[in-house]
């Protein structure tokens, strides 16, 4: 090379240069990710949790268990739902607008998605029991007792 | 007769994948030329007995042999023609031998054609690729036989999936895995370049279709990975940052990092250390990818056939191979010269940036999608969704769409900002005015949809801008790739940020004969009835809808149930204008009659589909004007070499 295009930069040091840019770049990123999960990831709650340490309202979360027999009430709109989640040691009501999902009825399993507003859990997604061989996984996360009334529910 | 035929063709061509390591090995060795001759072809018939021994389970399928415990499980004698095709590779055993049929052609192929690379760095890479293939063997034939035979015949097979029973869904999942395979191509390469201290322009040049095929098919499988789950899931969303989802953008990332990379390396003789651990980098994703979709280790929506022992299996193989080649980048990364040097205000500059940008959003999803295993560990279930993946991936995302606009137009080496100031500030200026236009007509509309729309239309125009003062005809084709596939990366994110900008949603509960409207479309409710398919009934129903007053359309939504194996479906209905989408889904039909309905009318989400084809297309240009080049210069040399030898023999 006659010219010199990077104006007295060794290749070693041009190398150097780039490996501590991207370097930067990359724990940058990592630094932003991290701080960013803390804030924004949402927490898997049983209904007992959940009455026990509330989480702040409008903060996205997950709330698993059963639906309660007996509670499922369609409101005059035809669209909007409210039915009561419990695990038999605490009960939250939930509000969920939209089409539910095939499988869910009364007396089985349900994880919602979605923030508390006020008592109320107000759900943007349902992801029901769906059947033998695809179970969401979140239902694996309830304890043996909740999996036995599960299996002993849906039977 | 046929199951046997296949198994023990497997097993042979895993005693050839073997020889092709050894061989390779000793050739490599002093004094161990003689087995040279031997890889290439050992490559070519581990290829062509894999083949045959895929085609074996093709036609297994098709003939619904209930005997193969495989077929019985997945397959179903009344299934329509093109699932039972679908069905080979629409399970774990299946789908794992249609990556070792797609990673041993290709090593066939690479065999056959490879002639620009030096001849030891090509058997090196040879012997990767059967190393690499090795630990898929052992896994396809210890632990999950495709061919196992059942004790007693079954009467009738399980059924696919009632999710899986689509068109789109048959051909998605092989795309990405020949995607995946294409970057165990690259993989190799890049282990055979550190083995024999050959970095450079001619492994580039040897390695880039293969970068660029890969990334071609993964561009495809993800954008229609994408429509499947938009029309499939009958939630209206187009991408939800799942698992499964990030498992297919990670190698994507990786690859069009790498394959910017492999370009500058190619032409410019720089970025050697950094193209190589970028192949390392990209394989290792599409391996975290099947991993991650395999093991169902995390929750996803697009999971079916997972198995925890599996995941193991791939994460030994994964700690094996990956962390074999970083030990061997560790060791040989300070032998690698340094390349030529560049300025800070160059094209290789940009592409550097572009590079550490790519690998910071690649960074945020990996994190992203391990955080809830690592929360896990502490007894803390959680999931982590689009409000941290959007706006933390945008922070990269949008400085590197812009330099997109930038770059193309830079000299390599160096040049000068005021060159290219006047050019640069027509993107700019749209940027400028349709960010005005939108926060003056729109405020309500967040902020990232605001920047998306107007850098989204930037791209869209500057992308075309490096064709200025070209001559069109002479143009050559990686230039023209280059310019389609950063405009179709405008267009998709014009199409996302519109979707998510202006989208307009309808929930109701009707009888026959209401009506409703959504956007500018007025909807009516015409009837409801049963329907039948070949394997599955349905309810239909029958909805016509007028945009703006015009001419009635009729969607036909459903919601369908299947019998073998019994499951449900919603099957949503959609409505495409020039100018947007209408999408219909029927529900369930509440206690007093009434059916629920949701609708949304979504303005130009079709562009992010035509963006992500485009996209493709212009990966497939550039593959075709590099083939066409690297043909055109191995038969001039072949002519200078016959001149020489001719002229030798008149002296």
């Not at chain 2, 046929?2 to 061989?23: D, K, N, S, T």
């Amino acid at each position: 090379m006659s010219s010199n295009p990077s104006g007295g930069i060794k290749p070693k040091h041009q190398r150097l240069v780039l490996i501590i840019v991207a370097l930067v770049a990359l724990v940058g990123a990592g630094l932003l990710a991290a701080y960013a999960l803390s804030n924004q990831a949402s927490y898997f709650y049983v209904p007992a949790d959940l009455v026990k340490a509330p989480p702040e309202q409008g903060r996205a979360i997950r709330l698993g268990g059963m639906v309660e027999k007996g509670s499922l009430k369609t409101r005059s709109d035809g669209i909007t739902i409210d039915f009561i989640v419990g695990d038999g040691k605490a009960r939250v009501p939930v509000r969920y607008t939209g089409i539910t999902p095939d499988l869910f009825v009364e007396a089985s399993g349900v994880v919602a998605e979605g923030r508390m507003e006020g008592q109320t859990f107000v759900a943007d997604n349902l992801l029901a029991k769906h059947d033998e061989n695809y179970v969401p996984r979140q239902m694996g996360d309830m304890t043996p007792e909740q999996a036995k009334q599960v299996v002993a529910e849906t039977q | 007769m046929i199951a046997e035929i296949g198994l023990a063709v497997l097993w042979m061509a895993a005693a050839l994948a073997v020889l092709q390591l050894f061989a390779g090995f000793s050739a490599l060795r002093p004094g161990g030329k003689a087995l040279a001759g031997v890889v290439r072809p050992l490559a070519v018939m581990q290829g062509v007995l894999v083949a045959i021994s895929f085609l074996a389970l093709i036609d297994l399928f098709l003939e619904t042999d209930l005997s193969v415990k495989l077929v019985a499980a997945n397959s179903h004698s009344m299934k329509p023609f093109i699932f039972k095709l679908a069905g080979t590779w629409g399970n774990h055993e299946g789908s794992m031998l249609l990556w070792i049929t797609i990673m041993a052609v290709s090593g066939g192929v690479v065999a056959l054609v490879e002639k620009r690379l030096r001849e030891d760095t090509l058997i090196a890479t040879l012997a990767g690729q059967a190393f690499v293939s090795l630990g898929f063997y052992a896994f396809l034939l210890l632990s999950s036989n495709p061919f196992e035979r059942l004790p007693e015949p079954a009467p009738e097979g399980q059924g696919l999936n009632p999710l899986l029973q689509d068109i789109g869904l048959a051909f998605h999942p092989p795309t990405l895995y020949v995607g995946y395979v294409g970057l165990s191509v690259a993989f190799s390469f890049a282990i055979g370049a550190l083995i024999t201290r050959d970095v450079g322009p001619a492994f580039a040049r040897a390695m880039r279709p293969w970068v660029l095929g890969a990334w071609i098919f993964l561009t495809v499988g993800i954008t229609a990975g994408s429509y499947w789950a938009y029309y499939t899931l009958g939630w209206g969303g187009w991408w939800f940052w799942d698992p499964v989802e990030n498992a297919s953008l990670m190698p994507w990332l990786a690859a069009t990092a790498l394959l910017h990379s492999c370009s500058v390396l190619a032409s410019r003789n720089a970025l050697r250390a950094w193209t190589v651990m970028l192949g390392v980098i990209a394989f290792s994703m599409s391996m975290v990818g099947t991993f991650l979709v395999r093991s169902g280790i995390l929750t996803s929506v697009h999971a079916f056939a997972v198995d925890p022992e599996r995941g193991s299996f791939i994460l030994a193989l994964l700690a094996i191979y990956i962390g074999g080649a970083l030990a061997l980048f560790g060791i040989r990364a300070s032998t690698v010269t340094e390349g030529e040097r560049f300025s800070l205000f160059s094209r290789e500059a940009s592409l550097v940036f572009n590079n550490v940008m790519l690998c910071g959003i690649l960074g945020i999803v990996l994190l992203g999608t391990l955080y809830p295993l690592m929360t896990e560990a502490f007894g803390a279930k959680v999931s982590v969704g689009p409000p941290y993946f959007n706006p933390v991936s945008a922070i990269f995302a949008i400085p590197m769409m812009l330099m997109m606009g930038v770059g193309p137009l830079l000299r390599w080496r160096k040049d000068k900002p005021s060159r290219i100031t006047a050019t640069v500030a027509i993107p700019a200026l749209v940027v400028a005015l349709v960010l005005l236009a939108v926060v003056l007509m729109f405020p309500s509309i967040r902020i990232l949809p605001m920047l998306g729309i107007a850098v989204g239309a930037g791209l869209a125009v500057g992308s075309w801008l490096p064709l200025k003062g070209r001559n069109l005809r002479r143009t050559p084709f990686a230039v023209w790739g280059m310019v389609v596939a950063h405009c179709g990366l405008g267009v998709a994110l014009l199409g996302a940020a519109s979707e998510s900008a202006f989208s307009t949603e309808r929930l109701a509960a009707m009888n026959v004969g209401d009506t409703q409207s959504v956007g500018p479309i007025a909807l009516k409710l015409e009837k409801i009835e049963p329907v039948a398919g070949p394997n599955w009934t349905a309810i239909e129903a029958t909805v016509t809808a007028s945009y703006k007053g015009g001419t009635p359309v009729t969607l036909h939504p459903q919601a369908r149930t299947f019998t073998s194996p019994p499951g449900e479906r919603t099957e949503s209905a959609l409505h495409t204008r020039w100018n947007g989408q209408l999408y219909a889904v029927l529900g369930n039909e509440g206690d007093d009659g009434r059916w629920q309905m949701r609708f949304w009318w979504k303005p130009f989400v079709p562009l992010l589909w035509l963006g992500g084809l485009l996209v493709a297309f212009g990966g497939l240009l550039a593959l075709i004007g590099r083939v066409a080049q690297d043909v055109k210069r191995v038969r001039v040399n072949d002519k200078i070499a016959f001149r020489k030898t001719q002229q030798d023999m008149l002296k």
